[in-house]
């Protein structure tokens, strides 16, 4: 009977999983059907539409899939943690290329460039980038911003506008960025999670980093918030387990890297969740206050143009409010963007939250998880989750350290992705 027990918590939360999508779709149906207006869910309560596609593209990911559940697996188990480590940031990059290969959407590649890269000849309409800080949240409020402008911090803007006067242009380098925040991301939860809950746990997770559906949503500009905010995030709390020298300049790295990552993205602040976390229970004040100023620094020095983090905040959410989150509602994502987000994570990942007995993974996945939960009670995430929540993913991801014989659970989660990849059609 003991030896059934696992098979059958397994079969218990796998039905759980399955369930709470079906409700959320089932309920979505209804919502769907009773709205005043067009919610731009044509995959209720996912972005894009649903269009069975079958297609070459397709046999990317099944290959890069394989490879990755075959030899991934082995070589975090036997090769020097640097190598490893390395090795899982490049895998996670190329399934999430592969990934891309397989969708059917004609913009999957033009993502960045249609929602910010386009748009940075508003920096110079605006006479440079002083006065573009300055007249931002002015431009906010009036609506006549793209919708990913409205919705986020100057930073990323600014940044293509930069690289474009060094000549780093155009759709390869666009990509390339993206991509290098998928690996950045991948690399960041391996050092936290390695940090936090030991070389063995981190080893262990590091394949489900990689193979996760939450891979077919990953190009575009959310990526690379996930790479820069849990770059710092990995600073920081590397930083609390060290003295010193190595810890001041981990430190110093870790608040200037969170500063920019506010400067992309308003929720980053939520992975201040995971930091407090860490750094409450090793009781390294230090790093929280040091780590704390110079991101403070960071998001202050753009006040010298006339632009105010906080303001640039609260317009946001007046342009969210006013947009066709309207249209959405509260209620209803506050389960459906939980059931996109258990999608995305995958169905290995409900088995593995289930079975996770670290305490010290928890600590890390178990905050994570409270970020989210203050995310979408926010009321800041009417659906998109799926990208929008990028930056969390990892982390969560994390506790497939829990699952033994690896190999297995990492198939269902390819299974899982690539029902995804052919038969929904969105652009990111």
């Avoid at 369930?19 to 779709?25: C, I, P, R």
């Avoid at 089932?26 to 649903?50: F, I, N, V």
């Avoid at 998001?299 to 309207?326: F, H, I, K, M, S």
Wanted: net charge positive; proline share 4%; hydrophobic share 60%.
């Amino acid at each position: 009977m003991t030896d059934r027990r696992p098979a059958l918590q397994a079969a218990a939360v796998l039905a759980a999983w399955a369930l709470l999508l079906a409700l959320a779709w089932l309920l979505g149906q209804h919502k769907l059907a009773t709205a005043a207006a067009d919610l731009k869910l044509d995959a209720m309560p996912l972005y894009g539409s649903w269009e069975w596609h079958l297609h070459p593209g397709l046999l990317a990911p099944v290959a890069v899939g394989a490879l990755t559940i075959g030899y991934l697996p082995r070589i975090c188990e036997r090769w020097r943690w640097r190598y490893a480590a390395v090795a899982t940031a490049v895998a996670g990059a190329a399934f999430s290329a592969a990934m891309a290969l397989a969708h059917s959407h004609p913009r999957t590649w033009t993502d960045l460039d249609h929602h910010y890269a386009r748009h940075t000849a508003l920096v110079d309409a605006a006479g440079g980038p002083g006065a573009f800080l300055e007249t931002y949240t002015a431009v906010q409020l009036t609506g006549e911003f793209p919708v990913h402008l409205q919705s986020h911090p100057p930073g990323l803007v600014l940044c293509l506008w930069a690289a474009e006067q060094l000549g780093l242009e155009g759709l390869v380098f666009q990509n390339a960025v993206v991509k290098l925040g998928v690996a950045a991301a991948v690399a960041a939860a391996l050092a936290i999670g390695r940090e936090v809950a030991g070389e063995r746990q981190a080893r262990r997770a590091a394949p489900f980093l990689v193979i996760a559906p939450a891979a077919f949503w990953q190009n575009n500009a959310d990526l690379v918030f996930a790479g820069a905010a849990l770059a710092a995030l990995a600073c920081l709390v590397l930083a609390t387990g060290r003295t010193g020298v190595r810890a001041a300049a981990l430190t110093a790295a870790g608040g200037l890297l969170a500063g920019a990552a506010l400067m992309l993205s308003f929720s980053a602040a939520l992975l201040a969740v995971p930091l407090l976390a860490v750094a409450v229970r090793r009781r390294r004040w230090g790093v929280l206050l040091g780590g704390g100023a110079l991101a403070a620094a960071v998001v202050l020095l753009p006040l010298l143009w006339g632009y105010w983090w906080l303001d640039g905040l609260a317009a946001t959410r007046e342009r969210y409010a006013a947009g066709v989150a309207a249209a959405r509602g509260y209620w209803y994502f506050l389960l459906a963007n939980l059931a996109v987000f258990a999608l995305a994570l995958g169905p290995a990942l409900a088995v593995a939250l289930a079975r996770l007995r670290d305490r010290r993974m928890w600590i890390v996945v178990g905050s994570c998880l409270a970020a989210v939960a203050a995310a979408d009670l926010s009321g800041l995430s009417s659906s998109e989750v799926e990208r929008i929540w990028q930056p969390f993913m990892p982390l969560v991801l994390l506790a497939g350290a829990a699952l033994t014989r690896p190999r297995a659970w990492l198939g269902l989660q390819l299974a899982a992705a690539l029902v995804l990849a052919a038969a929904l059609r969105v652009q990111w």
